[in-house]
Nanobody, 126 residues
Framework: QVHLVESGGGLVQAGGSLRLSCAAS????????MGWFRQGPGTEREFVAA????????AYAASVKGRFTISRDNAKSTAYLEMNSLKPEDTAVYYC???????????????????WGQGTQVFVSS
């Protein structure tokens, strides 16, 4: 059974940083691309970042590019999202997800991800 457990969320002031983790189990982690999505109050779930199976390629939403960094440690079956220069508009529940392929085909489309974590709340105060 696939399990994804996000952690690292919390309350931070604008300009601050957080590092989210996504601990995965129940599948062969190093054969799947991974993604991060977020859902703010009253908004739809939106793509944040994705990474291929070996970390060789990464993709970001325009709104976070240059501020967020996605990474993974296949030995630990864990994906990360380093978030810097946080803004109030980054406030959301952040979800990690398992892509159905090793490369991140159509990485921004939630339908390409088969499994999702329960989410971790990030709140950025102004």
């Amino acid at each position: 059974q696939v399990h994804l457990v996000e952690s690292g969320g919390g309350l931070v002031q604008a300009g601050g940083s957080l590092r989210l983790s996504c601990a995965a189990s129940g599948f062969t982690f190093n054969t799947h691309a991974m993604g991060w999505f977020r859902q703010g109050p009253g908004t739809e779930r939106e793509f944040v970042a994705a990474i291929t199976w070996n970390g060789g390629s990464r993709a970001y939403a325009a709104s976070v590019k240059g501020r967020f960094t996605i990474s993974r440690d296949n030995a630990k079956s864990t994906a990360y999202l380093e978030m810097n220069s946080l803004k109030p508009e980054d406030t959301a529940v952040y979800y990690c997800a398992v892509h159905r392929n090793s490369i991140y085909t159509d990485y921004a489309q939630p339908k390409m991800y088969d499994y999702w974590g329960q989410g971790t709340q990030v709140f950025v105060s102004s």
